[in-house]
T-cell receptor, first 111, second 116 residues
């Protein structure tokens, strides 16, 4: 079983729509959770960390469900510029220098 | 700050050739990493370093070597290139201090390598 699994998508949504997707992780002892964004042929960049209580950053909301071992990302009022691949990233062992990356969920926002 | 820089951006190698991928960071980060990204797959950790003079293997180290003689530089060496090493290679760095509860990794722009 992969450490981090994501629905690859693509999620094709119109501008202004809300889109949400999850990722699951296998190690219940995982400590830290992140969403990274990767534009086509570019490097990953941190979008947001995911905290136990859930957190919001503008139009983006991240949730963590430890009981079911998944994290989610919701994007409200989608913009064309939100088109990207979103990588779910987990620190599986509590060692902060090693991260496990999901393969990514592709979101395409259309005009 | 330039952040994390990588050279070259693109390279085509013949089977059996060797090359070094360069990585430099100017953020005084202590941790540095090399990943490879294959289509449809998550990033896989090749090697990492927790400081100058200290390196360790990641998930997929075979066919690669690294060194860390300075805080800034973390080159990745490919010996005897094979088609299976065709991939996009990303270097990353992060700072981990006394409170190790947070680890944002900053990535370089990547090197696209093709082995024919």
């Amino acid at each position: 079983r992969k450490e981090v699994e994501q629905d690859p998508g693509p999620f094709n949504v119109p501008e202004g729509a809300t889109v949400a997707f999850n990722c699951t992780y296998s190690n219940s002892a995982s400590q830290s959770f992140f969403w990274y964004r990767q534009d086509c042929r570019k490097e990953p960049k941190l979008l947001m960390s995911v905290y136990s209580s859930g957190n919001e950053d503008g139009r983006f909301t991240a949730q963590l469900n430890r009981a079911s071992q998944y994290i989610s990302l919701l994007i409200r009022d989608s913009k064309l510029s939100d088109s990207a691949t979103y990588l779910c990233v987990v620190n599986p062992l509590g060692n902060d220098y090693k991260l496990s990356f999901g393969a990514g969920t592709t979101v395409t926002v259309r005009a | 700050n330039a952040g994390v820089t990588q050279t070259p951006k693109f390279r085509i190698l013949k089977i059996g050739q060797s090359m070094t991928l360069q990585c430099t960071q100017d953020m005084n980060h202590n941790y540095m990493y090399w990943y490879r990204q294959d289509p449809g797959m998550g990033l896989k950790l090749i090697y990492y370093s927790v400081g100058a003079g200290i390196t360790d293997k990641g998930e997929v180290p075979n066919g690669y070597n690294v060194s860390r003689s300075t805080t800034e530089d973390f080159p990745l060496r490919l010996e005897l290139a094979a088609p299976s090493q065709t991939s996009v290679y990303f270097c990353a760095s992060s700072y981990l201090g006394g409170d190790q509860s947070y680890n944002e990794q900053f990535f370089g722009p990547g090197t696209r390598l093709t082995v024919l």
